[in-house]
């Protein structure tokens, strides 16, 4: 009897002490922004690179939008998709936010999209990169907003590139995830309309960093190898390969040597060449300001991951001094947004009309070398050619491109794959 | 596919084995010895690498960073063993629990104290170069990971069959009661083979460091593989996970370079499929 | 105390039932937040005692339950989002399989599992659970890969499950039955089999048991509920990716069990109340709850052997030893 009376006394305590968490009262005329990325578990590092990126601009600004102070609640994602609509959730009907940010996983993005459309509340992801989002599945989130890239993005002018140097043979290989099929799809697309071939597709699963396997493998009668990395896989795949003797160009997506792993790379790399939106090494007033005092403050290079954060910041400061410091409401803001037009560290920034920036790719080259002032040769994302105004359509037509399906596995097929 | 490719694929095969050996001999020993399933052994691996790093750093010494972790972690695992494993006796479901629980801590720790950058231990610039074998480049780390893995092998080996601290520690292992019979303190000896399996798999952390690299969620990665080598191989059988490690070396490489399509299976599948028919693995005693 | 060191407690059901009245009436009264939460402790206890049954009933740990929730939450995600069946009245047939595609799964496994005991037990679940990952991490054409699967909304069948208090009375009658047909089984002769064979097994086959039949069909049981909460868990947040399948999820599973109390049936909700609002809620407070929740592992394994339902038989061997000690202290004094 008594052990019973002890689990109904435990319930009552237990539920007791989740009502006093429950809602608390909204603050007025603030401006409240709910902030969602994975703060503890294996991307610990990425989600806290994201929310110093926005945090900083919230420094500069002392909180303040056009004159409305500005409260910025961050709640962890442990990186798991469902735990992400739990947070949305509690940041929109709790703490009443105006909006919600964040999301780092192809997986986060698609799961809070949704959360976005029922409660009718904006959601801006300035890094989940996965193409539909903004493509096929537009209509079905019309309070979702990017700020940062769609997977592909860079893909298409890459390909132009590397027709132009006269590359007609390459290998690929990416992680095994809709990411490196996004990102390789959108290469193999452009390269082989400008007359290139992929002989090759291999697709080593996410997160491995034995590359045994896979490195014998690799046709060795191409002029190039594209790799898509991500992560720990960024930093061991290219000194396995060199380790084994590599002989072809190297170039590959954005990630496989943005500053998040380029600190902790060797002398491999260099010469190797990406495409992405953002080099901590753009030669502008802007961005150097930007790279230095990063630096200054959080001891690192900023990668793509802090720079979109600051700039979606910048971006919603923007539309708040167009609105004269009063939340318009999400679909009014959303309205403002698209027609903005910024001078971003990363370059000029605009969007196109489904809610996805148009913006500069750069061509950037690792190489060794002082960079800003500071005293060390250190590695960097030298810019060697930029594409300017790029969409996410790249140099296809919308209506053409929604046309065929969204690059996976298969698509585009590997026609050439000998 | 020429000769070339079995070759190397044969290579790098045994090279990721030697690896695994390293991380799943300790294994093999705590629960041949102590019958406990250590969830943390994995965090053991990921911690030695840290701690090598942060020795590197401070002192620019790879070679000094190797004992150093290996000793620190050692420590860790014999106080873990000493105040709490000991309180729990046998009892596999309280051992996977608790492990798991420092688990979780020890991953929380490594982030704040560590950061969550995804790292990578530089070894010294004579064992990054390739060695040119019969036309086939051979990466010198690889030959060293086999070679210190077979002199560790060698090592342990030595010790179980020819030293008196061997010969109690198998017989422990065979009969634990009949062993504290005849005199033996089969508590010390608990207490050292964990500080040893602890010790191992930081080494294998450090060695690995340079090949896998450091980085949070490291630890729930190795640990599936060492708990395959330990269960194909046999528990508690030093051959079984020098075998075994190479079996499930060579099958991980063959699998995922001739059939990519099922590569998240290569690993779990046979090890399903052994247990069914033997579970106790191949050189593993009931 | 058993060979195992489990005890099976006994609780009226009148007072099971009042907590489940008390409950439904004061969480609706609470945030929309938390009512999400309470949904989803309520849907993941159904998984916690399926294992319940297997652990502590029979005596076998399993580490890799999250693989019936994940095949009844993609089975739903997969019919709701690409067929869009069990939207509407037909929700109630993809309940109905989810249960049987969790049991089926468990009926394959089985024939590889239950063989084996102990250790070689727990790694062999583990190593089919991981399979199950795998599957849906490579699957991309079926389960989406890591992308993940949206279901886009609840259904409604003359109720409108958006509505969060709404479903959170149905998740919680669904709670009720599971919980109320897994008491009928433990305390009907198959259920006291069970237990017979957790503490002696081989005294059980002498007696002419069959002991492999017996834990085959427990583990069925317990993959058929596995996969109802599957199909609940779905629709809590509307999302299925194979972190629904992830190690971690089978190990949290073990833990509520451990730390609710096993061989209790209850104490699985119990423990699923604690370790949702540690992840779920605490981590929305404070940034190191990741430590709280290693800390809770391991101080209720070392102090809790029998978790929090034991806490109250805890407290009466702790009475009764002082009482003895004062009972001598007095016949010492008096003499």
């Known amino acids: 009897m008594r052990s019973t009376v002890w689990g109904g006394v435990a319930a009552i305590l237990g539920i007791g002490c989740l009502t006093v968490g429950a809602s608390a009262p909204a603050g007025a005329e603030e401006l409240r922004i709910g902030y969602l990325a994975p703060t503890t578990g294996i991307f610990a590092q990425v989600g806290t690179d994201m929310i110093n990126g926005f945090q900083m601009y919230l420094d500069e600004t002392k909180s303040t939008f056009a004159g409305t102070p500005v409260k910025f609640i961050v709640e962890d994602t442990q990186g798991k998709p469902d735990i992400a609509v739990t947070k949305a959730r509690k940041l929109i009907l709790q703490d009443k936010v105006q909006m919600i940010i964040g999301g780092l996983l192809a997986s986060e993005g698609y799961a809070l999209a949704p959360v976005s459309t029922a409660e009718k509340t904006l959601y801006i992801a300035p890094i989940s990169a996965a193409d539909d989002l903004t493509q096929r599945q537009l209509d079905k989130y019309p309070y979702f907003f990017r700020t940062g890239w769609t997977s592909s993005q860079p893909s298409h002018p890459f390909g132009q590139w590397a027709c132009a140097q006269g590359y007609k043979k390459i290998d690929a290989v990416a992680a095994d995830y809709a990411f490196g099929y996004e990102v390789v799809g959108g290469f193999q697309k452009s390269f082989e309309d400008c007359g290139g071939k992929i002989i090759q597709k291999i697709w080593p699963p996410l997160g491995t960093k034995d590359f045994g396997p896979y490195i014998p493998t690799l046709k060795q009668d191409a002029d190039a190898i594209f790799s898509l990395m991500v992560g720990p896989m960024a930093l061991q795949f290219p000194k396995q390969l060199a380790a084994a003797g590599n002989k072809l160009s190297v170039i590959g997506g954005g990630t496989s040597y943005d500053e998040f792993v380029l600190p902790f790379m060797g002398d491999e790399v260099l010469g190797h060449v990406s495409a992405l939106q953002y080099s901590a090494a753009l030669e502008t007033p802007r961005n150097e300001a930007f790279v230095k005092a990063y630096r200054a403050k959080y001891g690192k290079v900023p990668g793509y991951y802090s720079e979109s954060d600051y700039t979606t910041a910048l971006m919603i400061d923007d539309v708040m001094k167009e609105t004269k410091g009063k939340w318009p409401g999400p679909e009014q803001f959303i309205k403002l947004m698209s027609a903005l037009k910024i001078e971003a560290p990363r370059g000029p920034v605009s969007f196109d009309d489904m809610r996805n920036p148009i913006q500069n790719i750069y061509i950037k080259k690792v190489e060794k070398k002082k960079m800003f002032g500071y005293d060390k040769e250190e590695l960097w994302n030298v810019v060697i050619k930029t594409y300017p105004a790029v969409s996410q359509f790249g140099q296809y037509g919308k209506a053409e491109f929604l046309k065929q399906p969204v690059y996976s596995r298969d698509f585009p097929p590997c026609k050439y794959c000998e | 596919m020429g000769a070339q490719f079995w070759l190397i694929q044969a290579f790098n095969g045994i090279s990721y084995g030697a690896l695994l050996f390293l991380v799943a001999s300790g294994l093999s020993l705590i629960f041949g010895v102590m019958r406990i399933v250590n969830l943390a052994h994995g965090s053991y691996f990921l911690l030695g690498g840290y701690v090598a790093l942060s020795v590197i750093n401070t002192t620019g010494s790879w070679a000094l960073a190797l004992p150093v972790a290996a000793l620190a972690i050692a420590v860790v695992g014999l106080l873990m063993e000493r105040v709490f494993l000991r309180v729990l006796g046998f009892d596999p479901l309280r051992q996977v629990l608790l492990t798991v629980g420092f688990a979780f801590l020890f991953q929380q720790a490594a982030l704040d104290i560590w950061g969550g950058n995804n790292m990578d231990i530089n070894p010294p610039a004579a064992l990054t170069q390739s060695v040119v074998v019969g036309g086939l480049h051979l990466p010198l780390y690889r030959v060293f990971m086999i070679a210190m893995a077979a002199a560790i092998g060698l090592a342990l080996w030595l010790a179980m069959e020819k030293t008196r601290m061997g010969a109690a520690v198998r017989a422990t292992v065979d009969d634990a009661q009949m062993a504290r019979g005849i005199g033996i303190d089969t508590a010390r000896i608990s207490m050292l083979i964990f500080a040893l399996g602890a010790f191992l798999a930081a080494l294998g952390g450090v060695i690995g460091g340079a090949f896998l690299g450091v980085y949070p969620g490291l630890d729930f990665e190795i640990l599936p593989l060492a708990f395959a080598v330990v269960i194909i191989g046999g528990m508690g059988s030093l051959t079984g996970a020098a075998i075994g490690a190479l079996l499930v070396g060579l099958a991980d490489n063959f699998g995922k370079a001739l059939f990519p399509e099922v590569s998240y299976f290569t690993l779990y599948a046979p090890m399903v499929l052994i247990l069914a028919v033997k579970p106790t693995g191949l050189f593993g005693r009931e | ?335």
């Open chain 3, 1 to 335: 105390m058993s060979a195992t060191g489990m005890t099976s407690q006994r609780i009226p059901v009148a007072i099971v039932v009042a907590v489940l009245v008390l409950v439904a009436i004061v969480v609706p009264l609470t945030g929309s937040f938390v009512i999400l939460l309470a949904t989803r402790a309520l849907a993941f206890s159904i998984l916690a005692m399926s294992l319940d049954i297997l652990l502590g009933y029979t005596g076998l740990a399993s580490l890799g339950q999250a693989a019936y929730l994940g095949v009844g939450a993609y089975l739903t995600a997969i019919l709701a989002a690409r067929y869009h069946i069990g939207l509407g009245w037909d929700f109630w047939l993809v309940v109905v399989l989810g249960m049987l595609l969790g049991a089926a799964l468990a009926a394959f496994f089985g024939l590889f599992a239950i063989r084996a005991t102990g250790v070689y037990f727990l790694m062999i679940t583990l190593a089919l659970g991981q399979c199950v990952w795998g599957l849906a991490y490579r699957w991309n054409s079926l389960t989406g890969g890591d992308n993940g699967i949206n279901l886009g909304s609840r259904p409604r069948f003359g109720i409108d499950l958006a509505d969060e208090v709404t479903f959170f009375y149905l998740v919680l009658g669904f709670f009720a039955v599971a919980m109320l047909s897994m008491y009928v089984l433990v305390r009907s002769p198959f259920g006291r089999s069970l237990v017979g064979i957790r503490e002696r097994e081989l005294r059980m086959k002498i007696l002419g048991y069959n002991t492999w039949l017996h834990k085959y069909v427990a583990f069925v049981i317990a993959g058929g509920f596995g996969g109802l909460a599957g199909v609940l868990w779905a629709h809590t947040t509307g999302i299925v990716s194979p972190d629904t399948v992830v190690l971690t999820t089978s190990v949290d599973a073990l833990l509520m069990v451990v730390l609710g109390g096993a061989g209790t049936l209850v104490g699985g909700a119990l423990g699923a109340a604690i370790v949702i609002a540690l992840r779920e809620y605490l981590s929305t407070v404070v940034p190191w709850w990741q430590y709280v929740l290693g800390a809770v592992y391991v101080l209720t394994i070392l102090y809790l052997p029998n978790g929090v339902m034991g806490i109250p038989a805890l407290i009466r061997q702790r009475r009764a030893a002082l009482g003895k000690r004062d009972a001598s202290g007095l016949a010492s004094a008096s003499s």
